[in-house]
């Protein structure tokens, strides 16, 4: 149980372009889920909170327009990387929290995003 | 805001020797402390967690310290394995915050065989 599924798992897009990644709960719901960053060689870094039915909430130097987030459902997340730039060239990971039971979090499988 | 120290970033071992990852965190307010496991390229993957109402959790292997009073909490692994060799994060959150995790900066265990 608590699988989390992540796709596309790897994208590769030219500069300009929108991204959009997509976070599944698979077999619980998940009223909360979260977008992480994650350089090389380093740290998760938690970009938004997502929160189903309201707008996300943004950690500070992430830009909102920049990365839309929408949560329309209890089992679905979607994250899209708008006019993509090489800067954005990183490994974003999404987890999910059930709505029932403790805090914990389960993580999607991650998106490989290379902008060209 | 929670701020998540972790030492060591680097920590080598020979195969059965035991392994002890330490984090200290600044909220007084956070109360549930996991610890997640991420072998390179694939998604982290809790092994072990603990609620500021228990002072030590123990899984076969892997057991969790807490010291609220200090507020430093760690991680060890006895008996390591050459499969316990990846990347090891702790991460500290309250209810408050939505449950938002706030990591450390990770710890690379590699266990020589």
């Known amino acids: 149980g608590a699988v989390v599924s992540q796709h596309p798992s790897r994208v590769i897009c030219k500069s300009g372009t929108s991204v959009k990644i997509e976070c599944r709960s698979l077999?619980?719901?998940?009223?909360?889920m979260f977008w992480y960053r994650q350089f090389p060689k380093q740290s998760l870094m938690l970009m938004a909170t997502?929160?189903?039915?309201?707008?996300?909430?943004?950690e500070q130097g992430v830009e909102k327009d920049k990365f839309l987030i929408n949560h329309a459902s209890l089992t679905l997340s979607t994250l899209t990387v708008t006019s993509a730039h090489p800067e954005d060239s990183s490994f974003y990971i999404c987890?999910?929290?059930?709505?029932?039971?403790?805090?914990?979090?389960?993580f999607g499988a991650g998106t490989r995003l290379s902008v060209l | 805001g929670e701020n998540v120290e972790q030492h060591p970033s680097t920590l080598s071992v020979q195969e059965g020797d035991s392994a002890v990852i330490k984090c200290t965190y600044s909220d007084s307010a956070s109360n549930y402390f996991p610890w997640y496991k991420q072998e390179l390229g694939k998604r982290p993957q809790l092994i072990i967690d603990i609620r500021s109402n228990v002072g030590e959790k123990k899984d076969q292997r892997i057991a969790v310290t807490l010291n609220k009073t200090a507020k430093h909490f760690s991680l060890h692994i006895t008996e390591t394995q050459p499969e316990d060799s990846a990347v090891y994060f702790c991460?500290?959150?309250?209810?408050?915050?939505?449950?938002?995790?706030?990591f450390g900066k990770g710890t690379k265990l590699s266990v020589k065989p």
């Open positions: 997502s929160n189903e039915g309201s707008k996300a909430t943004y």
């Open positions: 991460a500290a959150s309250s209810w408050g915050s939505q449950g938002n995790l706030i």
């Open positions: 987890s999910a929290r059930p709505t029932a039971g403790k805090n914990i979090q389960y």
């Open positions: 077999d619980f719901q998940a009223t909360t």
